[in-house]
């Protein structure tokens, strides 16, 4: 089974500070995306990120959020001032290819206190 | 109407019975469907992944697409209690975008 590392496991952070989250996929694929899940809500997606750009992106990430593959491994989301609203797992996940197998990591809880 | 919807449960039943989860949705578009397993606090598991209208089966698991009806549906044989967990399906446009939309999941607990 693919496997998709996330870190950190846990963070809390204090309201309009900076948080990046990291993902690193064990293999070189092509698609890889961050989705959202907020405390008893449904996966949201927030961006896809293809060929070391933006694919597509949902209305929920707007200028706060961005995504980078600084070093071609580990992919990272920023969320430049976090708010309340924010507190959420969210989960970077992968795909082979352009296929409907997406796999998702164990994901990252953010806290914003 | 929302795009995915499902029964958000909790749906409890004894070890060994037959489960029977389902997702109806809005969008004729939707192509490719799956059925992920997530546990408290944890990443969704893919069970099931189906291209188009169909049955597909894994073990105790078995994946139905109707998509004329626009529903999908897991069947789970022989549930253990280990398959206590909310069930989530989702769902994508054929070769538009990478945009998976996700049901809000069915609570399911199997009672021993």
């Known amino acids: 089974e693919p496997e998709v590392t996330q870190t950190p496991s846990h963070q809390v952070t204090q309201m309009g500070q900076e948080v990046i989250l990291r993902c690193v996929p064990i293999?070189?694929?092509?698609?890889f995306y961050w989705y959202r899940q907020i405390l008893g809500q449904k996966v949201e997606f927030l961006v896809s990120f293809y060929n070391n750009e933006i694919s597509e992106k949902s209305e929920i990430f707007d200028d706060q959020f961005s995504v980078e593959r600084p070093d071609g491994s580990n992919f990272t989301l920023k969320i430049r001032s976090t708010k309340l609203e924010d507190s959420a797992m969210y989960f970077c996940?992968?795909?082979?290819?352009?296929?409907?197998?997406?796999?998702f990591g164990e994901g990252s809880r953010l806290t914003v206190l | 109407q929302k795009e995915v919807e499902q029964d958000p449960g909790p749906l409890s039943v004894p070890e060994g019975a037959i489960v029977s989860l389902n997702c109806t949705y809005s969008n004729s578009a939707f192509q490719y469907f799956m059925w992920y397993r997530q546990y408290s606090r944890k990443g969704p598991e893919l069970l099931m992944y189906?291209?188009?209208?169909g049955n597909k089966e894994d073990g105790r698991f078995t994946a139905q697409v109707d998509k004329s009806s626009k529903y999908i549906s897991l069947f789970i044989r022989d549930s253990q209690p280990s398959d206590s967990a909310t069930y989530l399906c989702?769902?994508?446009?054929?070769?538009?975008?990478?945009?998976?939309?996700f049901g809000p999941g069915t609570r399911l607990s199997v009672l021993p």
């Open positions: 189906t291209y188009s209208s």
């Open positions: 293999s070189n694929h092509l698609y």
């Open positions: 996940a992968k795909t082979f290819a352009n296929t409907g197998e997406l796999f």
């Open positions: 989702a769902m994508k446009r054929d070769n538009y975008g990478q945009n998976f939309v």
